[in-house]
């Protein structure tokens, strides 16, 4: 097997790509989404302790499990979990520490390019005068969104220029990716993690002394009263499991945890490296820029203009590209100029930072098992992508895109961190594991997290992957209770939509792929879930023919 020559240039670049690659778009689009969703303040409490006792221990983990890996020559988890053990099973556990990578890396690209066109928009004052409705009529057509799709119309988008863009930003991350950790990724976080700080800093400032606007008829439209509702705890949380479920899934998104990303970055560090203080430090650079400026810019401004209520039943995804520059051109045009490229400008320095991190994996894995070459693996990387991505952008509106982020964003985190918590604790050993992250540590890690990794931990990431499983409708506290009162009355179940064993059979779904001679929506996303799993299929082929080449080679040098 080829021997890998990568490395980083220095700590700080190390650090700054680490954290680079936990800053994405979910710090600015989706955190504060989630928070607003779950009761504001009611989120908080959940979502700290869900990263002290799983974010954290998480951390250290995979940091350990990568520098493990890495010092035996392995740089992607397959070969990574396969030296952590005498089971061969590990390795193809570890699959999903690529696999997860490119499924979200085919989504993930298209959105970044739509950052990267709205930047450019941005700077040339295209949203100058224009109303929110405006606003966002510009986004469907500049994304091909037609809005009239039934069943029996099957909507087929070709948006041109977002093609263009997506193609454009893809070959952009195989150029970064082609030069090497020191001599691509580690030089553009260096430039994009200051930058992103820097255009949050000056958008936070500008929501949090916005205050009242004055706007008609709006009496919360303050951007105090939406810090307030973000900010104000409220204990009542404690006791509902859709908000812990919430929180805790947030966290996995945010901290990049269970994609095996932090795997394959850790695989580079040196035996005796510090990866204690690495992985706090890249940590809680996330956690600054996820709480102090994430929840200082969408819903502080649109409170502002909107009004809490409206904010309430309109936050989601799209408010960064349908709402955002309607709310900046409030600010006249020169400083609406300004908002609009620093606000898509970090949202795209995040994104960058992020996919290229999540490209590495497979990168890393092709190079130590097959010898390719770094820009050889670069390019077909890119080549997948752009298969992968393609259902994404042409059925975008046939659910393709959410189909990926459920099952690759969201379901293979967890899977995959349940997995590794049990693989480092319990078969690895907890007390090798320690010995793993306490090794070379600048910092004293405290012994009672010891504890939590082994017992806590597993215990918490297990919890939500079975009620993320069996989740009742509505997910509160009261709709737990009447589940389990008609299960033990009626033998049936009330599955909520989003739990994955009501998603994976279309539960409370009508099974149909055809209608009046048309595919359906159902049709479409189950074609997405077979690429996916052909995709799965082709990387575990992959994993099984380089361990036979392994054992081959240990063969020969034994002889």
Same mark, same amino acid.
């Given at each position: 097997?080829?021997?890998?020559?990568?490395?980083?240039?220095?700590?700080?670049?190390?650090?700054?790509?680490?954290?680079?690659?936990?800053?994405?778009?979910?710090?600015?689009?989706?955190?504060?989404?989630?928070?607003?969703?779950?009761?504001?303040?009611?989120?908080?409490?959940?979502?700290?302790?869900?990263?002290?006792?799983?974010?954290?221990?998480?951390?250290?983990?995979? =940091?350990? %499990?990568?520098?493990?890996?890495?010092?035996?020559?392995?740089?992607? #988890? &397959?070969?990574?979990?396969?030296?952590?053990?005498?089971?061969?099973?590990?390795?193809?556990?570890?699959?999903?520490?690529?696999?997860?990578?490119?499924?979200?890396?085919?989504?993930?690209?298209?959105?970044?390019?739509?950052?990267?066109?709205?930047?450019? *928009?941005?700077?040339?004052?295209?949203?100058?005068?224009?109303?929110?409705?405006?606003?966002?009529?510009?986004?469907? $057509?500049?994304?091909?969104?037609?809005?009239?799709?039934?069943?029996?119309?099957?909507?087929? /988008?070709?948006?041109?220029?977002?093609?263009?863009?997506?193609?454009?930003?893809?070959?952009?991350?195989?150029?970064?990716?082609?030069?090497?950790?020191?001599?691509?990724?580690? *030089?553009?976080?260096?430039?994009?993690?200051?930058?992103?700080?820097?255009?949050?800093?000056?958008?936070?400032?500008?929501?949090?002394?916005?205050?009242?606007?004055? %706007?008609?008829?709006?009496?919360?439209?303050?951007?105090?009263?939406?810090?307030?509702?973000?900010?104000?705890?409220?204990?009542?949380?404690?006791?509902? &499991?859709?908000?812990?479920?919430?929180?805790?899934?947030?966290?996995?998104?945010?901290?990049?945890?269970?994609?095996? #990303?932090?795997?394959?970055? +850790?695989?580079?560090?040196?035996?005796?490296?510090?990866?204690?203080? /690495?992985?706090?430090?890249?940590?809680?650079?996330?956690?600054?820029?996820?709480?102090?400026?994430?929840?200082?810019?969408?819903?502080?401004? +649109?409170?502002?203009?909107?009004?809490?209520?409206?904010?309430?039943?309109?936050?989601?995804?799209?408010?960064?590209?349908?709402?955002?520059?309607?709310?900046? /051109?409030? =600010?006249?045009?020169?400083?609406?100029?300004?908002?609009?490229?620093?606000?898509?400008?970090?949202?795209?320095?995040?994104?960058?930072?992020?996919?290229?991190?999540?490209?590495?994996?497979?990168?890393?894995?092709?190079?130590?098992?097959?010898?390719?070459?770094?820009?050889?693996?670069?390019?077909?990387?890119?080549?997948?992508?752009?298969?992968?991505?393609?259902?994404?952008?042409?059925?975008?509106?046939?659910?393709?895109?959410?189909?990926?982020?459920?099952?690759?964003?969201?379901? $293979?985190?967890?899977?995959? +961190?349940?997995?590794?918590?049990?693989?480092?604790? =319990?078969?690895?050993?907890?007390?090798?594991?320690? *010995?793993?992250?306490?090794?070379?540590?600048?910092?004293?890690?405290?012994?009672?997290?010891?504890?939590?990794?082994? =017992?806590?931990?597993?215990?918490?990431?297990?919890?939500?992957?079975?009620?993320?499983?069996?989740?009742?409708?509505?997910?509160? %506290?009261?709709?737990?209770?009447?589940?389990?009162?008609?299960?033990?009355?009626?033998?049936?179940?009330?599955?909520?939509?989003?739990?994955?064993?009501?998603?994976?059979?279309?539960?409370?779904?009508?099974?149909?792929?055809?209608?009046?001679?048309?595919?359906?929506?159902?049709?479409?996303?189950?074609?997405?879930?077979?690429?996916?799993?052909?995709?799965?299929?082709?990387?575990?082929?992959?994993?099984?023919?380089?361990?036979?080449?392994?054992?081959? #080679?240990?063969?020969?040098?034994?002889?």
């Amino acid at each position: 097997m080829a021997q890998s020559n990568e490395g980083w240039g220095s700590r700080v670049g190390l650090i700054l790509a680490m954290a680079g690659n936990a800053v994405g778009l979910g710090n600015f689009l989706r955190f504060p989404v989630q928070a607003i969703q779950n009761g504001g303040g009611a989120f908080i409490i959940p979502y700290f302790v869900s990263f002290l006792l799983m974010g954290i221990p998480l951390l250290w983990v995979e =940091w350990a %499990m990568g520098r493990f890996g890495g010092v035996r020559g392995n740089h992607s #988890t &397959p070969f990574i979990m396969d030296s952590m053990s005498k089971k061969r099973l590990w390795k193809y556990v570890g699959v999903f520490g690529i696999f997860t990578n490119l499924g979200i890396l085919a989504y993930y690209t298209y959105i970044e390019s739509w950052t990267l066109t709205y930047t450019l *928009k941005s700077l040339a004052q295209s949203f100058t005068g224009m109303s929110r409705g405006q606003v966002s009529t510009m986004f469907d $057509s500049y994304a091909g969104v037609h809005g009239t799709m039934t069943d029996a119309l099957v909507a087929i /988008n070709i948006p041109g220029w977002a093609i263009v863009a997506f193609l454009v930003t893809l070959i952009l991350n195989i150029y970064i990716l082609s030069k090497g950790l020191s001599g691509g990724v580690e *030089k553009v976080a260096k430039i994009a993690m200051p930058l992103l700080i820097l255009f949050g800093v000056f958008l936070a400032i500008r929501a949090v002394t916005l205050g009242s606007t004055g %706007m008609a008829g709006c009496s919360t439209c303050n951007s105090g009263i939406g810090l307030d509702f973000l900010w104000k705890p409220k204990l009542d949380s404690l006791a509902n &499991p859709k908000v812990w479920l919430a929180a805790a899934g947030q966290i996995f998104f945010t901290l990049s945890v269970g994609m095996g #990303t932090i795997h394959c970055y +850790a695989a580079y560090v040196k035996k005796n490296d510090d990866i204690a203080l /690495n992985a706090m430090s890249a940590g809680w650079m996330n956690e600054f820029v996820e709480i102090v400026l994430g929840a200082s810019i969408v819903i502080p401004i +649109a409170v502002g203009y909107m009004g809490l209520d409206w904010v309430k039943d309109n936050a989601g995804f799209m408010m960064a590209f349908k709402t955002m520059p309607f709310l900046f /051109n409030q =600010w006249g045009a020169v400083l609406a100029t300004l908002s609009g490229v620093a606000w898509f400008g970090l949202l795209f320095f995040a994104g960058i930072t992020s996919s290229l991190a999540m490209g590495t994996p497979f990168i890393g894995f092709v190079e130590d098992e097959f010898g390719w070459s770094r820009i050889r693996s670069s390019v077909i990387l890119g080549v997948i992508i752009f298969v992968l991505a393609l259902p994404t952008i042409l059925f975008f509106e046939m659910g393709v895109f959410n189909e990926y982020d459920y099952w690759t964003g969201t379901v $293979s985190l967890v899977v995959f +961190a349940s997995a590794e918590i049990i693989l480092f604790s =319990w078969v690895f050993g907890m007390d090798k594991g320690w *010995k793993e992250i306490t090794r070379g540590s600048d910092i004293r890690v405290p012994n009672f997290y010891k504890f939590i990794i082994k =017992w806590v931990t597993p215990v918490f990431i297990l919890t939500i992957f079975i009620t993320s499983l069996v989740k009742p409708l509505h997910g509160e %506290m009261s709709d737990w209770q009447l589940a389990f009162h008609q299960l033990f009355t009626h033998g049936s179940w009330p599955w909520a939509n989003d739990s994955i064993i009501a998603q994976a059979f279309h539960l409370n779904q009508k099974w149909i792929w055809f209608k009046v001679g048309h595919p359906t929506v159902m049709f479409y996303k189950d074609m997405s879930r077979l690429l996916l799993t052909l995709t799965f299929a082709g990387l575990a082929v992959l994993v099984h023919i380089a361990a036979k080449k392994k054992r081959k #080679t240990a063969k020969i040098t034994k002889l």
